[in-house]
C-alpha cells in the first residue's frame, strides 16, 4: 500500500492548502528579531501564491490573467527563497519544512506551465 497522500490536481486547493501549511511552519520559527521578520516575509509570500491564483480565476481578459498568475509565480519564488533561508540558518528541523519546500517546487514548475501556456495561446 502507498502511504503517500494523494496528490490535489486543483491549483486553488492546492495553494489554499499550501498557505495554511506556510502559517503552521511560521508560527514554529524562533520568537526573536529573525524568526519573526522571517516569519512575516514568508506568511506575506506564501499566502500571495493562492491569493493571485484566486483573482486570476476572474480575469477581464487573457491578459490581465497572465499578469495575476505571473505575480503568483513571483510569490512562489518569493517564497521558495524565504524556506531555502529558513533551512540554510536551521531555524527549524521539522518535515513540515522538508515539504513545504517540496511543495513550493512543484508549485513553481506547475505556475511555470501554466503562464508559458497561456502566453502561447
Known sequence: ???EPKKIFDIRQ???DFTVSILKLASLLPKNTAGFVIAN???R???SVGANIEEAQDSASKKEFIHSMTISLKEARETQYWLNVIEAADLISD???VQALKEIQ???KILTTIVKKAKLK
Open 106 to 108: 512543484e508549485l513553481v
Open 45 to 47: 509570500s506564501g499566502s
Open 14 to 16: 492546492r495553494t489554499l
Open 95 to 97: 518535515i513540515k519544512l
Open 1 to 3: 500500500m502507498d502511504n
Open 41 to 43: 516575509q514568508l506568511i
